[in-house]
């Protein structure tokens, strides 16, 4: 169990849990620790439980959106090592950018194939930023190699600083080629690159 990914699934229907529960435990490195419906149990859960990584629905009441969105930030803020990631059927953007500056490490939608959504809990785990692609393009803004190394640094959750330190350069470096990127992917906020480069298929 040690070496295993701990994951909790906070999902108000019970067959969406149980349905989760037996796909991702065929996993031999993963271990579902836990589970809960509604908000206060889910925080219960995840303090006993301790997971690498929570798969959380964010239609928990009537409310609609709004009680998952409250619950990813009350997570994060109580336990900033969980992996949040967002399964959902709420197809939209602004929601996506809600989670993620709620500090969510992933947004996917329910009908995500389920090699993908594994793939997702393993990099989340790992300290990556995931957002599965809601929409295929045609083209993409052309990035530097330079510019592609540090989205993916970005995607990793790291700092200016941070981030100049891993690729050799200065931070006045690295904000200059985030703005560049910004501009490319057409984003006005850096939480917004890592999900602009994945829906174009650049991560």
Known sequence: MADRIRVVI?????????????????ES???????????????????????DV???????????????LELCGDIVAR????????????HDQTLVLDAL??????YVLKDVDVVDLLKIIRKVRDGSLMVHSLSEQDG???????????????????????????????????????????RKLAVHHRAEVVYAATKLGIL
């Open 10 to 26: 906070v999902d108000d229907h019970t067959i969406v849990r149980e349905g989760l529960r037996s796909i991702l435990e065929l």
């Open 29 to 51: 490195d993963i271990a579902v620790v836990g589970h809960a419906a509604r908000p206060a149990e889910a925080l219960t859960t995840i303090a006993a439980t301790r997971p």
């Open 54 to 68: 929570v798969l959380l629905d964010l239609k928990l009441s009537e409310a609609g959106p709004a009680t998952g």
């Open 79 to 90: 336990h900033p090592k969980v992996g949040v990631i967002v399964l959902t059927t709420f």
């Open 101 to 106: 500056r709620r500090g969510a490490k992933g």
């Open 140 to 182: 993409q803004p052309r990035l530097t190699p330079r510019e592609l190394e540090i989205v993916r640094l970005l995607a990793r959750g790291l700092t200016n600083r941070e981030i100049g330190k891993a690729a050799l350069i200065s931070d006045s470096t690295v904000k200059f080629h985030v703005r560049g990127i910004m």
